[in-house]
Nanobody, 125 residues
């Protein structure tokens, strides 16, 4: 069971990036997937999540309207489209998955069983 995040990079404020989280060893349709981020010296924070049942999406207030999470079950991949990036979006971004996540834990990183490595996103001003 493995998750791999791709697509990080160095961009300027106002630019866009798309992160991909590829799941291997299990079928995406049975899992809820979240994106979290952690900046140096700060705690990990929730960014966005998409549930396995119905594909409902959830966002942190700081990214709502700018970021979009989506999934392509046939490709076992979850995407995070990030538009209008700001310097404060600079962080390592992690994807995580869980098969039994309940709604009340959707923003709680400790509730996710599987984690990928981070993808660094750096936004210059």
């Amino acid at each position: 069971v493995q998750l791999q995040a791709f697509g990080g990079g160095l961009v300027q404020a106002g630019d866009s990036l798309r992160l991909s989280c590829v799941l291997s060893g299990f079928t995406l349709s049975g899992y809820s997937v979240g994106w979290f981020r952690q900046a140096p010296g700060k705690e990990r924070e929730f960014v966005a999540a998409i549930r396995r049942n119905g594909g409902h999406t959830y966002y942190a207030d700081s990214v709502k309207g700018r970021f979009t999470i989506s999934r392509e079950n046939a490709k076992n991949t979850v995407f995070l489209q990030m538009n209008s990036l700001k310097p404060e979006d600079t962080a390592a971004y992690y994807c995580a998955a869980d098969s039994s996540l309940i709604l009340s834990n959707i923003r709680n990183g400790y509730a996710y069983d599987w984690w990928g490595q981070g993808a660094q996103v750096t936004v210059s001003s």
